[in-house]
């Protein structure tokens, strides 16, 4: 059963970043800039976000590593674009209750990144998947502070 669900689970991560990863790349003079780092696997992501008016206007990402890593670094940039910092934030917290949590139950605002749910079933893959929206939550931590 595990099997399978690892199957699903790399069939579909695979798919999504087999296509050129959305939101690749540089943007011209981010708002902010951060680099994680995911030492269990080597996966590096650099996200940056262009930020005005509490809402993020544009968001980008670059870096290398497994597919469940850039996979989730493209559905994440897509479904924050356009989104304000609050509610960033609490998408970042269901994605997280999502991929720790067995009694979390499905929540419709996460769209694409429903499908990493299967993830929990491997703690291993869980800082993959979660990297990118470490990053995004550093941002926009950075951002706060900065405007005090
Ligand atoms: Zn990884």
Redesign the pocket.
């Known amino acids: 059963m595990d099997h399978d669900n690892l199957s699903t689970l790399y069939r579909q991560a695979i798919l999504e970043a087999g296509e050129d990863p959305h939101n690749f790349g540089d943007l011209l003079r981010p708002t902010v800039s951060t680099e994680l780092h ?1 030492p ?4 590096v992501i650099i996200l940056q976000l262009k930020i005005s008016d509490h809402i993020i206007k544009d968001i980008k990402f670059k870096g290398q ?5 850039q996979a989730s670094a493209s559905i994440m940039t897509d479904l924050i674009k356009g989104k304000s910092l609050d509610q960033a934030k609490k998408l970042r917290i269901a994605f997280s209750q999502m991929i720790t949590d067995n009694h979390f139950i499905d929540n419709d605002k996460l769209k694409d990144a429903l499908i990493f749910k299967g993830v929990r079933k491997f703690p291993q ?1 869980i ?2 998947a979660t ?1 990118v929206w470490n990053a995004l939550e550093k941002s926009i931590q950075h951002v706060e502070e900065a405007n005090g």
Not at 65 to 69: A, E, F
């Open positions: 995911n269990t696997c080597g996966d590593g497994c597919i469940i890593s893959r800082k993959c990297l």
